[in-house]
């Protein structure tokens, strides 16, 4: 299994950041993705989930109305676009490939990160 | 929503036992999930539902969970240990994770 994702990004104050993870080494439709970001020196916050099966989605609610996930099946590859970036969404952002039981999930393999810094 | 508490700090000599608690209400009754995360690296999966490891991840790392308290053990502790350690559930159809424990190995 391995996740792999684009490069860091330097955004202003106000703009968008869209932030993509290739999948491999594993039938893409079978699990869902996550993502989560982490703040410098901050835990893990995890943001929301996208199925690339069906597409659908659940954002958790502090996200709500900022984030969306996408995915193209021809490639393997899951997005997470945010808006109306601020300095508190500076944080280096992970996908992470959700593995689920009958009652509970959890991320199994993660990608590199991707740190997006949000600076005037 | 669901909280999980961990101590900011345990350390540990070389070769010695390290025991990071996670505590949340009535948390025995769920699944705990615990991962490594080194400095500048992403986080890893050592423990899954309680007390099961990913293949590739030594037997010195262990789990249990009974109570409020689930708790992450690593025996014969070595430097390459050193890390932040976060305990998980899902609740509500999302992950939540704990604050972090920095294990330090002295």
């Known amino acids: 299994v391995q996740l792999v994702q684009s490069g860091s990004e330097v955004k202003k104050p106000g703009a968008s950041v869209k932030v993509s993870c290739e999948a491999s080494g594993y039938t893409f439709i079978t699990y869902y993705i996550y993502w989560l970001r982490q703040a410098p020196g901050q835990g893990l916050e995890w943001m929301g989930m996208?199925?690339?099966?069906?597409?659908?989605?659940a954002y958790a609610q502090k996200f709500q109305g900022r984030v969306t996930m996408t995915r193209d099946t021809s490639t393997n590859t899951v997005y997470m676009a945010l808006t109306s970036l601020t300095s508190d969404d500076t944080a280096v952002y992970y996908c992470?490939?959700?593995?689920?039981?009958?009652?509970?999930?959890?991320?199994?393999?993660w990608g590199q990160g991707t740190l997006v810094t949000v600076s005037s | 929503s669901y909280v999980l508490t961990q101590p900011p700090s345990v350390s540990v000599a070389p070769g010695q036992t390290a025991r990071v608690t996670c505590g949340g209400n009535?948390?025995?009754?769920?699944?705990v999930h615990w991962y490594q995360q080194k400095p500048g690296q992403a986080p890893v999966l050592v423990v899954y539902?309680?007390?099961d490891r990913p293949s590739g991840i030594p037997a010195r790392f262990s789990g249990s969970n009974s109570g409020n308290t689930a708790t992450l053990t690593i025996t014969r502790v070595e430097a390459g240990d050193e890390a932040d350690y976060y305990c998980q559930v899902w609740d509500r159809d999302s992950e939540v994770f704990g604050t972090g424990t920095k294990v330090t190995v002295l």
């Open positions: 539902e309680d007390s």
């Open positions: 992470a490939r959700g593995d689920c039981s009958t009652s509970t999930c959890y991320s199994d393999s």
């Open positions: 009535n948390i025995g009754s769920r699944s």
């Open positions: 996208i199925n690339p099966s069906g597409g659908t989605t």
